[in-house]
């Protein structure tokens, strides 16, 4: 089974993580990640942020520093909501080098917590016989609730820098169960985007897996 969605936002975004790279895409097959895949907000020049200063060296950045931040998410799919989980905070960010140290020993603290530690404020959607999450969300800015059915493109949230993220981004997953403990990745594919990869041409994608280090944007109706 592989599921078809929609990217979940509009604009431009980099991938990271992709499963086009390797898979499992997030190095791990737990809480069914398998096929995971990240999106960064950014502009025409590839930045993620507007600013690079000491901070962005030595130390944590605020995450309202960062385009991503605060940007509409939306549901990749058509279904109805069957959970949601909000009031995780939207930590600082970190681009830093140093500032990734404590971070990264903090890592399997955080996976024994489970996934809300991980995936912070977030949406799951049952899609068919799939569960397709969108995760990092903003602290506050949920705006479905369980039982809700959604369209695809209706905005669900806010991208956030909640849970498991070093800066803001929206993480999207699919997987078999809501039961994280036993629930395998499903593979993903999206529909109608434009693709700038890092080198080589633009194309228009009908449906695809975004490259590592692509640029995307979706193209709704329009080519």
């Known amino acids: 089974m592989t599921c078809v969605l929609d990217l979940p936002f509009t604009g431009r975004w980099l991938v990271q993580n992709s499963p086009a790279r390797r898979v499992p895409s997030h190095g791990t097959d737990r ?16 930045r993620t942020a507007p600013v690079r200063d000491w901070r962005t060296f030595l130390a944590t950045e605020p995450p309202e520093r960062f385009f991503a931040y605060g940007r509409p998410i939306l549901a990749p799919c058509a279904g109805r909501v069957v959970a949601v989980h909000d ?76 849970g498991n993220s070093t800066q803001p981004h929206v993480h999207v997953h699919v997987t078999d169960s809501m039961d994280y403990a036993v629930a395998r990745g499903v593979p993903v594919v999206f529909r109608r985007y434009r693709e700038d990869p890092r080198r080589g041409a633009r ?3 009908d ?11 979706p193209l709704g109706g329009q080519v």
């Open 31 to 46: 809480f069914g990640s398998r096929y995971a895949i990240d999106f960064v907000g950014v502009d025409h020049g590839r």
């Open 87 to 162: 009031g995780e905070v939207d930590h600082e960010a970190r681009r830093s080098q140093l500032a990734l140290v404590p971070y990264a020993l903090g890592q399997a603290s955080r996976a024994r917590d489970g996934i809300s530690a991980l995936a912070g404020n977030h949406v799951t959607i049952a899609y068919g016989d799939a569960f397709v999450t969108v995760a990092h969300l903003r602290r506050g800015s949920l705006q479905v609730a369980v039982g809700d059915t959604v369209a695809s493109g209706q905005q669900v949230a806010d991208c956030g820098n909640s």
């Open 203 to 205: 194309a228009i994608v």
């Open 207 to 217: 449906e695809g897996i975004p490259a590592e280090g692509a640029v995307v944007e």
